[in-house]
């Protein structure tokens, strides 16, 4: 059962700007059980192939451009490698410390404000200057520095990335899209990485498939509330959670 509601939590905390590691972790403390970082890992797998379903037009408009040899979507696909090279960096030097935090509700706590406090700012944000093919490669490394610190429980990668690519001056349906693709090999990266460690079972099949459908969801819902000007709603939310995990966990 506990494998079915972290399936749950990841698929639709995963593009909610409001950290699916940190709520996997909250929901691990509750059931009182170790947090396993190999399990959490596969099901950002999951959550790889719903974004990878709900971008497929812009995913096969890059690959398309890249065969042809089309330099702005060669220049597209380069900023996005560039954009994951932080967080590929980070996972790979510091993943011990990382899994370290995710014992720390404390820090969780305090992470879940910081997102809190960039979801309230992100609103006011709408500078409309740039969009996701004129966007220049420092751009696309600041938002992947930002990405970098989604690696910290209560830190989200949407909300980080968002917030990075909007303060920068994209539009907002291109941010959208930005963060969605630049999350591709990350998500994929970090289940790959980590799934010689888990021992699978029905439920975490099942887990999985859960968090697929989920994730869904939750793609359609941040697109809906980023565009429609309502992220200060995950905002409100990540302090009521932080005031929550700092009180009583």
Known sequence: MEELILGIVQG???????????HLAIFTALFNATPDVGYFAFLHLATFLAV???VKAEVFEIV???????????NLASKLALS?????????????FIESVFSSTLLIGVFLSITGILMLLSDNLNKNL?????IPYVDALIIGVFQAFSVLPGISRS???????????????????????MSLPVTFGAGILELQKITFSS????????????????????????IGG????????????????????
């Open 130 to 134: 740039k969009t996701i093919k004129s």
């Open 230 to 249: 309502k992220l200060k709603i995950f905002g409100y939310y990540c302090f009521l959670a932080s005031f929550f995990v700092i009180m009583f966990l």
């Open 203 to 226: 439920e975490q099949v099942l887990g999985f498939v859960i968090s697929f459908l989920t994730g869904l969801l939750g793609l359609y819902l941040v697109k809906k509330m980023v």
């Open 52 to 54: 990878l379903i709900f």
């Open 64 to 74: 398309n451009g890249i065969t042809k040899k089309e330099k702005e979507y060669l």
């Open 12 to 22: 639709l905390t995963e593009f909610l700007p409001i950290s699916s590691s940190g």
């Open 84 to 96: 994951t090279i932080p967080a590929v960096f980070v996972g790979l030097f510091f993943g011990d």
């Open 159 to 181: 909300g980080t990335t968002l917030f990075a690519a909007l303060f920068l001056g994209m539009n907002k349906e291109d941010a959208v899209k930005y963060s969605f693709l």
